[in-house]
């Protein structure tokens, strides 16, 4: 079907990975790691970022957003205009008290202008295994998300378009975030009307963070947004949820990291997305009560406090 290169060899990297190759197009992967029995099946690894460049038009960028920015700088100097790229990452990098999308670093970094972003419900589990599984793959560019759906696209793996390319890198982002507090909603026991009532409140103090970022509301209303935060619910091994599960029983912030076994990118992003509201001045109690519960308020107290809070005209 062609040509993938995916960058990053930890979990999400090796499950694009496998669902490219499922869909029967060419796959390496670059990384340092030792893969040594994880290797997904058609799938070969290169270490050099000019032999990942060389291989693949169409590369994936699929490293902590801690990283990004040096990662982008290297590959820059192996792509020229004619790459496109395309990351899969939860998280926006902070600079200088701004938030700013991964896909905003490539372009800085790199000659890439063609980029895109993935999202939505699809967890990497499923992808190695090869459980149906849906995703959200936004670009500016048509030719870009036509890449990816044929080379990624098969039985298994569905993905739906959007050209609203900074909305879904916030929506993932947001979402992400969002995803700790049903971990503290299962924790919690609470019930299945109260954790409706959380997820629809949420996602509309989402949509008007994505919309003041310059996204569009309406992303966050699809499986980008709603979708993917639905399937969380029943996602116990979501790591997101794993740390909100664990920060709601009393762990610390480092133990409850620690229990996922894996860099959850919302634990850090939740303050600075909190902050960045209150900069912007978009209201979002939510993500306020959020932070303070990464912080180590106790989970009583802030669902308190979010029962309290007085009520908004519109529902």
Request: glycine share 10%.
């Amino acid at each position: 079907m062609g040509e993938i290169a995916v960058i990053g060899g930890g979990t999400w990297g090796l499950a694009l990975a496998s669902a490219g190759a499922r869909a029967g197009s060419d796959v390496v992967v670059l990384t340092r790691r030792d893969l040594d029995g994880q290797l997904p099946r058609g799938v070969r690894v290169v270490r050099e970022m000019s032999a990942a460049a060389k291989h693949a038009r169409l590369l994936f960028l699929a490293v902590p957003s801690s990283a990004c920015r040096a990662v982008a700088r290297d590959l820059g100097d192996h792509v020229s205009g004619s790459h496109y790229v395309v990351h899969g990452v939860r998280g926006l990098e902070s600079s200088e008290g701004e938030l700013e999308t991964i896909a905003d670093v490539i372009r800085a970094e790199s000659p890439v202008r063609r980029t895109g972003a993935l999202g939505g419900p699809a967890l990497a589990q499923d992808l190695l295994a090869g459980t149906p599984s849906v995703l959200v793959v936004g670009s500016r560019f048509p030719e870009v998300v036509e890449a990816v759906t044929k080379t990624m696209g098969s039985s298994t793996l569905r993905a739906y378009p959007t050209n609203d390319l900074r909305g879904l890198e916030w929506a993932s982002a947001l979402v992400g975030c969002l995803t700790i507090a049903v971990g503290y909603a299962q924790a919690m026991k609470t019930s299945p009307a109260l954790v409706a009532a959380l997820i629809s409140r949420a996602i509309g103090e989402a949509s008007r963070i994505a919309a003041a970022a310059g996204g569009e509301e309406r992303t966050l209303l699809g499986l980008a947004g709603y979708g993917d935060l639905l399937a969380s619910i029943s996602q116990s091994e979501r790591p997101e949820v794993i740390v909100g599960t664990a920060l709601a029983r009393g762990q610390s912030r480092d133990e409850a990291t620690r229990a996922t076994q894996l860099r959850v990118e919302a634990v850090d992003l939740v303050p600075r997305v909190a902050e960045w509201a209150e900069r912007h001045g978009v209201r979002a109690p939510i993500f306020r009560a959020l932070a303070a519960g990464v912080q180590g308020r106790k989970a009583t107290s802030i669902l308190e406090e979010l029962m309290t809070l007085p009520i908004e005209r519109h529902a």
